[in-house]
């Protein structure tokens, strides 16, 4: 191996990622089938190579596929021939040459961390300070129509073998109140449940909906307002005794700084989708640690391979403490070898892999499909 201090980016290949969801996920911003995403491999010239992936969402971080795709030719450009372990530098001269674009920019953070892991011979949550931690992941239910259909969904997660679940919520009116409650019948005392309106209500509308299902046990209510609406949530968490957790309304750690100052929530939802990657994640959980705000790891639509690098994440920081990595198991395909690996009967328990860096890549006969260009 070549003195790593001289490392350099030889290149990077960019693969379009689509795949199926085995049924539809409905949420109060919009409906979805399948996951578009945008893989990288970051190659160098020490036959060390890193690979990240980026899983866009026009409703909540503003990208499409195509979006992605373009900024990540960008970024290649701006990287080659630099060193890939300076991540912190390398991060920077990604978020200034293009602002926004937050998961194709987590998907070079993960693959640069990937690099560090494979040259340093560890696996990144050691890298961050961590130990491997048993996680247990929920299940979601998406928006059903009916109250029956909701149960349904619920009960078979828990017969399954989880023992937490995530209710989207934010219907019109109050209907959200009949499908929690039923789900709570349905399930018993001892499940745990969270509900996430994804934006889809307003200030009165959540203030009687929260205090109608304080009885019933709820963990917490996931991002219950617009994304803007910072004072809105303080109100609710004043007048409420269920938790709020902050979803879209946190993206960096500039956000965890105003959602603190305002004690807007009381949990922080972090996903590498909308901070760029585990470095800001990093900072964020910082803020979160001295401000006593405990975290969930979330995700989008990304496969095994995204929900990797976030589950080292989550293991290196026990204030990490809930985990919602299930998107891979909605996925009609799985095209990563080595990565998490779920046991569903035993409370959805994620084991992180063995080896160094991320221990997940793409199967490359699975990339020769997908449209793809090489910088």
């Not at 499409?64 to 450009?77: I, L, R, S």
């Not at 998961?103 to 690099?115: E, K, P, V």
């Not at 073998?161 to 995530?166: D, Q």
Request: charged letters at 25%.
């Amino acid at each position: 191996m070549k003195n790593i201090e001289n490392m350099k980016i030889t290149e990077i290949e960019i693969y379009k990622v689509n795949i199926d969801y085995t049924e539809p996920c409905n949420i109060a911003l919009g409906n979805y089938d399948k996951a578009e995403s945008v893989a990288i491999k970051i190659l160098t010239d020490s036959d060390i190579y890193g690979t990240g992936e980026a899983s866009s969402d026009p409703f909540i971080l503003g990208t499409c596929q195509g979006t992605d795709f373009e900024a990540a030719k960008h970024y290649a450009h701006l990287l080659k021939g630099k060193n890939p372990l300076e991540i912190e530098t390398r991060m920077q001269e990604i978020n200034h040459a293009l602002i926004y674009n937050a998961s194709i920019r987590g998907a070079f953070d993960m693959a640069l961390y990937d690099i560090l892991g494979k040259t340093l011979n560890q696996p990144v949550y050691r890298l961050l300070g961590g130990t491997k931690r048993i996680l247990n992941t929920d299940l979601t239910v998406g928006i059903q129509n009916t109250v029956h259909e909701t149960v349904n969904h619920a009960v078979k997660i828990i017969e399954d073998g989880f023992e937490s679940v995530k209710l989207k919520v934010g219907r019109p009116g109050f209907e959200d109140i009949a499908h929690i409650a039923a789900v709570r019948n349905a399930v018993g005392d001892d499940v745990e449940i969270k509900i996430d309106s994804n934006q889809g209500w307003d200030v009165a509308q959540a203030t009687v909906i929260l205090k109608r299902i304080e009885p019933l046990n709820i963990l917490f209510s996931e991002q219950p307002l617009t994304v803007w609406d910072f004072e809105g949530m303080r109100q609710l968490r004043l007048g409420s005794s269920i938790p709020i957790c902050a979803d879209e309304s946190l993206f960096d750690h500039h956000d965890a700084l105003r959602l603190t100052a305002m004690q807007a929530c009381d949990y922080f939802n972090i996903k590498l989708m909308k901070s760029g990657g585990i470095s800001t994640a990093l900072k964020i959980n910082n803020i979160a640690e001295s401000a006593g705000i405990r975290c969930m790891i979330g995700c989008f639509d990304e496969t095994r391979l995204g929900l990797t690098a976030a589950a080292h994440f989550t293991s290196a920081f026990p204030n990490v403490e809930f985990v919602d990595l299930d998107s891979a198991l909605i996925l009609e395909k799985d095209p990563v070898f080595g990565g998490i690996k779920y046991e569903i009967e035993k409370n959805g328990t994620i084991f992180l892999p063995e080896g160094p860096g991320l221990g997940a890549e793409f199967n490359e006969d699975f990339l020769k499909t997908c449209e793809n260009i090489t910088i």
